[in-house]
């Protein structure tokens, strides 16, 4: 199983990005997926989760600027962030739990960088 994430990079403070993670090498079924953030010198955070229902969740901070989606057909995951600010600048990470014969497993893609200057 691989994620691929992309969209990262460079705006002001604002401004939008839309980053998207696609999963490939599927042998089951994408229960939740979701991004997570790292800012320099601090811990990954959650930022946003959408289960296979649809149901989505968010961090306070980012409530009501960004949005998650899935298109299952295409295993892909989207977070849209406008209105970003300089404390979103960070290293995001999307993460996908996955339910094969073999149990449940989650999976870590690489991090796109996101950079918001004021």
């Known amino acids: 199983v691989q994620l691929q994430a992309s969209g990262g990079g460079s705006v002001q403070a604002g401004g939008s990005l839309r980053l998207s993670c696609v999963v490939s090498g599927i042998m089951g079924s994408i229960t939740s997926v979701g991004w997570y953030r790292q800012a320099p010198g601090k811990e990954r955070e959650p930022v946003a989760v959408i289960g296979s229902n649809g149901f989505t969740n968010y961090r306070d901070s980012v409530e009501g600027r960004f949005a998650i989606s899935r298109d299952n057909p295409k295993n892909t995951v989207y977070l849209q962030m406008d209105n970003l600010k300089p404390e979103d600048t960070a290293v995001y990470y999307c993460?996908?739990?996955?339910?094969?014969?073999?149990?449940?497993?989650?999976?870590w893609g690489q991090g796109t960088l996101v950079t918001v200057s004021s």
């Open positions: 993460d996908a739990d996955i339910m094969s014969i073999n149990g449940a497993r989650h999976y």
